[in-house]
């Protein structure tokens, strides 16, 4: 447990700063920056997806490679932890579609596209309701937060695994992944705060602090993950899981939905290229 200052202050950064990072870019950018974002999301997706795939389920599955049960164990949680992520974001779309109501009945029924969730197309007739705005940006600080449990689970569970590497492991790569997607997270909080009359130093503030779950989230998964080897398997297949549902969920779809266009495709690629390299670093 030496480490585990390190592993807290890396965590911060992923959760804290990339979250707050997205906050400030939302109330000083408009809506042009949706391809750079989208190209990010689709990069980090390839990263993700291979540290998961060639890394994560690898290490959680090799102490008994020979026995079924164990390998159904793995399994069995790796889909728990889909499961988990899934029904936290469904909680999300739920409160959103309470909190943000569309123009009218053709309106499209899509809130994991940024756009969508900050309704930055028609930005102008929801400032007619300050209010309603100003808790649809509450209320995705509140989802934002819970959501970034699982994900700190996820830096921590990976990290206990080989907790004397801080920096050239994959709980670093993780990390980075999981800041940068985070940036339109915290631009999906910002946005409607600001335009529902906050500050914009208060809205960026607010916007960092509900990163901070993710910090607990990786102190619960180191913890998992050192108390033994059947422990360190069930965190890192739970941690596979979470994230398998955030790329095919999550990152995958926002940046098809923000730019429709061929290049996220090949940013997928060379992120998941990139993450098989730095596997095997």
Known sequence: ???IGWIILVTFIAGVIGTGIGGLIGVLTKRDSKKIVS??????????????????LHEAIQPHTDKAWFIALVIGCTVLGYLIVFGINKLIDRHLKKEVPHTSEDHPDVHDDLGEIIHADHLEHHRKSDNRL???GLVMAIVIALHNLPE???????????????????????????????????????VPLVSGGMKRWKAVLFTALSGLPTIIGAVIGFAVGGINEIGLSVSLALASGAMLYVVFGELLPESILMWKSKLPAFMILIGLMLGFALVLI
């Open 1 to 3: 447990m030496e480490n």
């Open 39 to 56: 190209l990010l999301l689709s990069f980090a997706g390839g990263v993700m997806l291979a540290v998961v795939c060639f890394d994560l």
């Open 134 to 136: 100003f808790m649809a």
């Open 152 to 190: 700190g689970m996820v830096i921590g569970a990976t990290y206990a695994k080989n907790p004397s590497k801080i920096v050239a492991s994959s709980g670093m790569i993780i990390a980075i992944v999981i800041g940068l997607h985070n940036i339109p997270e915290g631009m999906a909080v910002s």
